[in-house]
Nanobody, 120 residues
């Protein structure tokens, strides 16, 4: 079984910064893609950013230039968030496409979510 543990959420003032981290554990061959999604109250979950095992990144237009995704190790992913606005308030979910064996197709796993609140 694969487990994803997120950390780093909290309350921050508009214009502030916050860093989220997600660590994957368990038995698997590789994590092809690691990323972040978010869900604001009353809204559907939306894509934020992803990073492939080869380092290719992709960002939602709403966070480009403000958020940076990185992978410290092959099993951890971070999201550095800057210039935060109240519209960034949401539960942020870590998302990973995990390959259990080299010959398996990837399965998708989700973290439990971490709350980010941007408010004065």
């Amino acid at each position: 079984q694969v487990q994803l543990v997120e950390s780093g959420g909290g309350l921050v003032q508009p214009g502030g910064s916050l860093r989220l981290s997600c660590a994957a554990s368990g038995s698997f061959f590789s994590i092809d893609v690691m990323g972040w999604y978010r869900q604001a109250p009353g809204k559907q979950r939306e894509f934020v950013a992803t990073m492939t095992i080869s380092g290719t990144t992709n960002y939602a237009d709403s966070v480009k230039g403000r958020f940076t995704i990185s992978r410290d190790t092959k099993n951890t992913v971070n999201l550095q968030m800057s210039s935060l606005t109240p519209e960034d308030t949401a539960v942020y979910y870590c998302n990973c496409d995990v390959r259990k064996r080299w010959y398996n197709g990837p399965d998708t796993y989700w973290g439990q979510g971490t709350q980010v609140t941007v408010s004065s």
